[in-house]
């Protein structure tokens, strides 16, 4: 290789670097964060199956985590889909910031490619929500195509209390440096409380089993 042609893809590499950091800077980085979600499609036990209508409490949090302690998220996003949603009833009546009590506006996007999105959150990165006073909490008063979409009948994966099938969400966070972070993922249902204690009981079998071996 000649001395021009690796000056040349020395400079393409370095142009795509500065490329790469502008627009990380610019928009953030798309590097994962300790965080969860977890939806509860029976919220205070409001589904209908009658006339396939529910309230939903999503819950959106930051996990504990030291190397994390100075993460504030200022926004979070919903996906809804229009295969399980009536779209055509969804709009920014049916959703309730529920924390932050204030300081958060919300806003449903109009549908695109059999979507909606919800949108919340501060635009001035003042209101937030850390690894203390979380989680965000917002709930939704929803529409089904049909009730059989809530029990997973009409088509794989469309069922609330099956972790196949789940409402995407993303978080925006800012740091102390002022660097803002983005990521999400899919709200797990809220499982029943026999699931829990089925859970429980097998980690602390799982427990036992490794503590004998380190006898």
């Known amino acids: 290789m000649n001395k021009v042609t690796f000056t040349k893809k020395m400079m393409f590499l370095l142009s795509s670097f500065l490329l790469f950091f502008t627009l990380s800077v610019g928009t953030g980085w798309t590097i994962p964060f300790p965080h969860c979600g977890t939806v509860n499609p029976n919220y205070n036990n409001s589904w209908d199956p009658g006339s396939a209508t529910g309230t939903a409490l999503f819950e959106l949090s930051l996990l504990p985590d030291p190397a994390w302690s100075d993460l504030k998220v200022y926004g979070v996003d919903l996906t809804i889909e229009g295969d399980i949603f009536d779209l055509n009833q969804v709009d920014v009546s049916d959703f309730t910031i529920l924390n932050p009590s204030s300081g958060w506006n919300l806003e449903v996007t109009p549908e695109r490619g059999g979507y909606k999105f ?10 937030v ?5 979380g989680p ?3 709930s939704f008063d ?10 997973n009948t009409s088509g794989s994966g469309w069922s609330w209390d099956k972790a196949v099938w789940a409402v995407s969400y993303n978080m925006h966070a800012i740091d102390s440096n002022g660097t803002e972070y983005h990521d999400g993922g899919c709200a ?3 499982p029943e409380p026999a699931t829990i204690m089925l859970v429980g009981a097998g980690l602390m079998g799982f427990g036992r089993i490794a503590r004998k071996k380190m006898k």
């Open 118 to 127: 919800t949108i919340a959150g501060d635009p001035t990165k003042t209101t």
């Open 129 to 133: 929500i850390t690894q203390n006073n």
């Open 136 to 138: 965000v909490q917002i």
């Open 142 to 151: 929803y529409v089904m195509l049909s009730s059989d979409r809530f029990y």
């Open 188 to 190: 797990s249902p809220v």
